[in-house]
């Protein structure tokens, strides 16, 4: 599990690769990560949007962005969490993403960004 806190949100990524949505013959590589977002600030937020930057070991990046996650845009009030599970595809075994959310403080009415760090997406035959 990766983590970083950028003006006291707190996000937390882990992954999971799934051989069963694979087909490695093919190309096909499936990961699923899931993402906690917590705020540990005394002010209600709200996710807006994200932007994500996707690697792939085969020299490829993608750039995906639009509103919220997976068709929300969650309220946090303050020492609250929101998780959420998505999937990512890659062309190889090995890759990564990072990104960040757009996220506005409820009370100033002001945006800023949060990070999401890197993280590894990586089939487990290629650890050993």
């Known amino acids: 599990m990766v983590t970083a806190i950028t ?8 992954t999971v690769y799934q051989p069963e949505y ?3 013959a093919n190309e096909h590589f499936m990961f699923a ?3 906690e977002i917590s705020n540990l600030t005394d ?3 709200q996710l807006l949007r994200r932007q994500w930057f996707i690697f792939d ?3 490829t990046t993608r750039e995906v962005e639009g509103e919220g996650v997976v068709g929300l845009q969650p309220v946090l009030e ?6 959420y599970v998505s999937g990512c595809n890659l062309k190889s075994d090995i890759g990564s993403m990072r990104g960040n959310y757009t996220v506005q403080n409820l009370i100033q009415d ?3 960004k949060v990070e999401i760090p890197e ?9 050993n």
């Open 22 to 24: 694979s087909n490695p």
């Open 78 to 83: 303050p020492g609250e969490s929101h998780v």
């Open 7 to 14: 003006e006291g949100i707190k996000v937390s990524v882990e």
């Open 57 to 59: 070991s085969n020299n």
């Open 33 to 35: 990560y899931r993402v």
């Open 119 to 127: 993280f590894q997406l990586v089939v487990p035959y290629k650890l």
């Open 110 to 112: 002001l945006t800023f």
């Open 43 to 45: 002010y209600s937020i």
